[in-house]
């Protein structure tokens, strides 16, 4: 699954299922909503409204998905990183090559743009 089609999924779920639920509570306050006529308009509005929202939240939302993902990332490097000092300090040659070759498998991922 691409970057793209993923998106469209997630806004496409978040537009129907908030469109539901907000019927719902529509109905549910006042029946005018519910009539046939009004529903069909109420359901096109919703629709139009969530994906407006949807689209324009896309953007905030893929800026948070990097700042996690780099969060994590930068969380795995940190520990790999004070692994790594702390075999310096033990003196074990072969725990410090074991640790500086997962240093550099943590660093990777950190600055490559595709990952």
Known sequence: MTRD?????????????????????LVAFTGFFGLPLISSITDWVLNKVLTIVATKAE???????????VADQGRDFEAAALNYWRLQQAGDETARKEAESELIKKFV?????AS
């Open 5 to 25: 089609e993923y998106v469209a999924s997630i806004k496409s779920a978040f537009v129907l299922l908030g469109s539901k639920a907000v019927k719902v509570e």
């Open 59 to 69: 953007t905030q939302i893929f800026f948070f998905f990097i700042d996690t993902r």
């Open 109 to 113: 991922p950190l600055v490559k743009f």
